[in-house]
């Protein structure tokens, strides 16, 4: 999974990007950092685990009919790619690594970290470990500039470009 920060500025950035699409930031923010906020995670990301989300599964259960529901799903479309486009090797220093890139995301993208949301984050200046604040901020940008509506139809669409990352609606 990505870290709560990393969550919130994609999120942050896909309001900015898809202003029509999302009438409340507020519900879309908190949907955004839901699927994290519980211990067991294979439940709220409809998988065996955080990093084998399964999105058919969550279209199956929910609409793209709230901001709520969208956040939600921008999060676990966030970490499916997370774990199958952006990050080639999983190491547990990932979680070194957003301590050390929260301070520079929150400043850069003005995030403002919501109160059930900060005893989760941690702060530390030590060094990056596996990845650095541009793989980061790349993260954040091509992921907000994707369209939900877009994704979830192609979910259900046995020839969409989105089965290329390694069977994303798991129906294995």
């Not at 908190?30 to 994290?36: E, F, N």
């Not at 998988?47 to 989300?53: L, T």
């Not at 709230?66 to 499916?80: P, Q, S």
């Amino acid at each position: 999974m990505a870290g709560y920060i990393v969550h919130l500025a994609i999120a942050k950035e896909y309001c900015r990007k898809h202003k029509n699409q999302i009438k409340n930031e507020q519900d879309f923010f908190d949907g955004s950092i839901a699927p994290d906020g519980v211990p067991d995670k294979k439940i709220t990301h409809y998988g065996p685990s955080s990093s084998k989300v399964n999105l058919k599964a969550y279209l199956d259960d929910k609409k793209l009919d709230t901001d709520y529901n969208k956040g939600y799903f921008l999060h676990l479309v966030t970490d499916y790619l997370f774990y199958n486009r952006y990050l080639t090797v999983f190491s547990k220093d990932i979680y070194n690594d957003y301590d050390v890139s929260n301070d520079d995301i929150v400043n850069k993208y003005h995030i403002i970290i919501p109160e059930k949301a900060k005893r989760k984050i941690t702060e530390n200046n030590h060094e990056y470990k596996l990845v650095d604040l541009e793989f980061f901020y790349k993260v954040i940008d091509e992921i907000s500039e994707y369209d939900l509506e877009t994704i979830a139809k192609e979910v259900y669409d046995i020839d969409s470009e989105w089965l290329k990352y390694r069977k994303l609606i798991r129906l294995d």
